[in-house]
């Protein structure tokens, strides 16, 4: 059904409840399989996000166990680069210096596999509570320049969601400036600011003409990667949203080379 509508490349998620099945390797060969059958790349990949919050030691060392996986996986698909999420949740209690070392603590471990299986990390900006919350509601990574001084602490790139940066009230077009070279991937997706709704291009609020300006000029060389909901849909209307979802890919192409 991608290849029909007009998709080259794939970025493939990997939750940890996928990574902990006893057959995820059989899976997973499967699926690099039916990709390549299809003509269809793995370009990137996103490394589990689904944290056991309240969780055990030993449901976070499962966790770990699975996205040291997910790395593994990646890396053997040949993916450009994969996105990670620097484990923070919503709260009225944020630190942000607490905040930063924990994520720092969170992610060592994967970034340093990482760098030995010689794949790139994106680690990726993080959404807000939405324009119409209480501003007391916080969250770490949400703020363009917090999570470029974290990736080069961990000597990694950036994964710049737009669906995410909406939310979180960011000048993407600015912000898209300031990350600069360190942006290795984008989820592109559409949204009114208020929740992770994950809309195909051009369905929400986004200045698409800015956001995608910016990315030519600070040289961005990756896919217009989208990260669109479709699981809701009735199955006689995937096709169709697919199709939209290519075109709308390819329009940000042409706006990007007329930039």
Known sequence: MAVEAGFEEFDMGLNSKLMLREDWQAELASRGEAAAKAGIRIRYAHIPFDYPRGGTDEDWERFALASMRAIDQAAAWGADCAAIHPRCFMTEEYDADREYAQAVGFLGPFCEH??????????????????????RIRRFATDTDVLIRLADEMGTGVCWDTGHANIS????????????????????????????????????????????????????????????????????????YAAYMAASGRFLIELFEKA
């Open 114 to 135: 990482a760098a030995k299986r010689g794949l790139q990390l994106g680690i990726e900006i993080m959404r807000g509570a939405g324009a119409s919350a209480p501003a």
């Open 169 to 240: 009230l960011q000048d993407q077009g600015k912000c898209i400036h300031k990350v600069g070279k360190r942006l290795k991937m984008v989820h592109i997706n559409d949204n009114f600011a208020e929740d992770d709704v994950h809309l195909a291009p051009f369905l929400g609020r986004i200045g698409w003409d800015e956001t995608i300006g910016a990315l030519k000029e600070i040289g961005y060389a990756g896919s217009m990667n989208l990260e669109v909901n479709c699981c809701r849909l009735p199955e006689e209307l995937r096709r169709p």
